[in-house]
């Protein structure tokens, strides 16, 4: 096993049994009470049954869980043909729609590093090789000219040309892909511009496009799932609309309040698109947006037909193909009920994928208007439609900023205004905004629990996120009796903050909770009779 420290490009193609192995001390600190020996749970190593099974020569964790080993030299063989293939595809017209930024990104890195101090994962890892931003870029750019350019081909390693590629040196990067949240926060840091996220994306999009190779919980339990039934959770129509019945006869036995959520109602204003997660996990959020949109007098709909009631699209992440499918079937049922505006309820990738990726995927008369539902809630409290009491909001809370539609769109104030007008014991973490951490869940990894990936993710890749939370809270944080609202108005983020809370077991332990912007938003309703949050009842 190679010192980290040591690790280069090159070693991608080496056939050691594994690359790297982490340590518990070379972690990034956390502050208190969790710099304490005996806080953390500890690092485990890999099954021997996965070793033979899976790629865990890489750092000994598994994302890709349909990357299986081969059983023969024809197999191998087989398997880096048809990555080369789709690399040469990448670079092609076949890429269009991509393929101006992923050259830029591609050729015209300085290798200044300045990406590395804006890394989470790198920075959380204890600064290791593995997890630089720029060291998964240089392996694939060593691997491009290699086979395709002159010079690779003739003069080698001579050239930069010195990776050995087999069946470990592909499957190694087909993991290290899946160790990337495509936050972009290097894109942002970079002072060239250049976006070492696109580069990871292409290489997911060949393994998934052109060899058939991605997540389970994106792919088959994920979009195939969603254009079968109509959600990425399985729920079907009848499904649905029984579980809106039921969310109805909750919001009436528990708040007394007799709302009839409104369905495929033809002509209204606003089609809102939740993640169906939602309604699996947090009842609650769909609940709120209910509770608000009927208090503020708004006109609109949910859509009960496929692909309308989940705005899930994890195409994004691994597959443009799967991508432009569900963005076309949503944004038909949008046109279909003749809404004016559909509007993404709390969820960062959707609010990309319906709002910039779908927008470039659906032209004409075939558009429908995509809104955030951040600014529409601003619009609710600032024009007074809604009485508010932020009293009973006083606990302390903070905010996670998303960061497809933070640092991604650009929609930072709406958000933290509510909070303002609302929370009085509001803070901000730090840093916060546009230079916020990724919560590290994203690019799927929320929802990616095979094998030991869920270690790997709350240990490392959200790692930085957790400690922005006991940052946030210090003070605090040791009181018991306090609880201390970690809002992420993201149904994706809500999912990595709630594991790495039960990871740590900062809830049971110190009273940390979480939640979305709308409950907070409900809890401070004049009208609400009760705490809206279960942890506030008494």
């Known amino acids: 096993m190679i010192n980290q420290k040591d690790l280069r490009p090159r070693d ?48 000994g964790y598994v994302g890709l869980d349909t990357l299986i080993r081969p059983k023969t030299k024809e197999e191998e063989v087989e398997f880096v043909r048809k990555f080369l293939s789709g690399l040469e595809k990448s670079f092609s017209d076949a890429n269009n729609g991509i393929l101006e ?8 890195c300085a290798k200044c590093d300045t990406c590395s101090a804006a890394c989470h994962i790198y920075e959380a890892s204890g600064n290791n090789e593995l997890y630089r931003p720029i060291y998964r870029s240089e392996v694939l750019r060593k691997i491009v000219k290699k086979y395709f350019t002159t010079s690779g081909k003739l003069l080698g390693r001579f050239v930069g ?18 160790r990337c949240n495509l936050c972009r926060r290097c894109a942002q840091t970079c002072p060239l511009g250049l976006d070492n996220s696109i580069l990871t994306k292409e290489i997911r999009k060949i393994f998934s496009q052109e060899m058939g190779i ?22 079907s129509k009848p499904a649905f609309l029984d579980t809106i019945e039921f969310l109805e006869e909750d919001i009436e036995e528990k708040y007394g309040l007799k709302i009839k959520f409104p369905m495929d109602k033809k002509g209204a204003d606003i089609l809102l698109l939740h993640n169906a997660g939602e309604y699996m996990a947090w009842p609650e959020n769909p ?4 509770i608000l949109f009927e208090e503020a007098g708004l006109n609109w709909t949910l859509s009960s037909e496929i692909a309308g009631y989940d705005n899930v699209n994890y195409g994004i992440w691994y597959d443009d193909f799967q991508a432009k499918q569900l963005a076309t079937l949503q944004m038909k049922v949008a046109k279909d009920l003749g809404v004016n505006r559909i509007v993404i309820a709390e969820c960062g990738h959707a609010h990309k994928a319906s709002a910039l990726v779908g927008d470039r995927m659906v032209y004409g008369e075939d558009k429908v208007p995509v809104e955030s539902c951040l600014p529409l ?12 009491d932020p009293s009973r909001n006083n606990f302390p809370v903070t905010l996670h900023d998303p960061c497809n539609y933070v640092r991604g769109m650009g929609i930072v104030e709406p958000q933290r205004n509510v909070l303002k007008a609302i929370c009085p014991q509001f803070r901000e973490m730090t840093p916060h905004g546009v230079d916020n951490y990724c919560c590290g869940g994203g690019g799927g990894f929320a929802i990616t629990n095979s094998l030991n990936f869920s270690e790997w993710r709350n240990k490392v890749a959200s790692r930085m996120k957790f400690n922005q939370i006991l940052g946030a809270f210090q003070g605090s944080i040791e009181d018991v009796n306090i609880p201390k609202y970690v809002c992420a108005p993201c149904s ?26 709308v409950e907070l938003m409900v809890n401070a309703l004049v009208s609400m009779k009760k705490p809206f949050m279960e942890f506030l009842e008494e």
């Open 492 to 517: 994706n983020c809500k999912g990595a903050i709630r594991d790495i809370l039960e990871f740590y077991e900062a809830t049971s332990k110190f009273n940390v909770q979480y939640g979305g912007l």
């Open 377 to 388: 809630l601003w619009d609710m409290v600032q024009s007074k439609r809604l009485k508010l």
């Open 161 to 178: 040309a010195d990776v050995d590629v087999n069946w470990e040196t592909i499957a190694r990067l087909g993991e290290l892909a899946y």
């Open 214 to 235: 991605a997540p389970l919980p994106l792919h088959t339990k994920g979009t195939m799932l969603q254009i079968k039934t109509g959600s990425s959770t399985g729920v």
């Open 101 to 108: 930024p992923f050259l830029l990104s591609f050729e015209y």
């Open 12 to 59: 991608m193609g080496r056939l050691d049994e594994q690359l790297i192995k982490l340590e518990p001390g070379q972690l990034m600190s956390l502050f208190p009470p969790y710099d304490k020996p005996g806080m953390e749970p500890p690092l485990t190593d890999p099954k021997p049954a996965w070793q033979e099974k899976f790629c865990t020569s890489l750092d």
């Open 287 to 290: 609940i709120a947006f209910a």
